[in-house]
Nanobody
Framework: QVPLVESGGGLVQAGGSLRLSCAAS????????LGWFRQAPGKEREFVAA????????YYADSVKGRFTISRDNAMSTVYLQMNSLKPEDTAVYYC????????????????WGQGTQVTVSS
């Protein structure tokens, strides 16, 4: 069973918006940091954003600061990524993941992963 299930990806024009969701499946991930990563073809998986269990601490990659917002609803065991002002270079498969690390900005810090959702931004 996949522990995290992403949804909300799709095709959007540059300048548009998308909201990704990631729901826990089979467990709540209580106490975990939840994060978003992305991977474009031929490139390494890169950090996008992360949020602490309380929601009081957030982390963002410089490339998305001011455009993307991460949030979570622990009652729904769901994390969201609101993506605004999308650019063609944001095109990638987006993955959510769960971590207990206090440095949650690298893939190695994460223990559980979803299967990903494709985001394509056309110019």
């Amino acid at each position: 069973q996949v522990p995290l299930v992403e949804s909300g990806g799709g095709l959007v024009q540059a300048g548009g918006s998308l909201r990704l969701s990631c729901a826990a499946s089979g467990r709540t991930f209580k106490g975990y940091v939840l994060g978003w990563f992305r991977q474009a073809p031929g490139k390494e998986r890169e950090f996008v954003a992360a949020i602490s269990w309380s929601g009081g601490v957030t982390y963002y990659a410089d490339s998305v600061k001011g455009r993307f917002t991460i949030s979570r609803d622990n009652a729904m065991s769901t994390v969201y990524l609101q993506m605004n002002s999308l650019k063609p270079e944001d095109t990638a498969v987006y993955y959510c993941a769960a971590s207990l690390s206090d440095k949650p900005t690298t893939p190695q810090a994460y223990d559980y992963w979803g299967q990903g959702t494709q985001v394509t931004v056309s110019s």
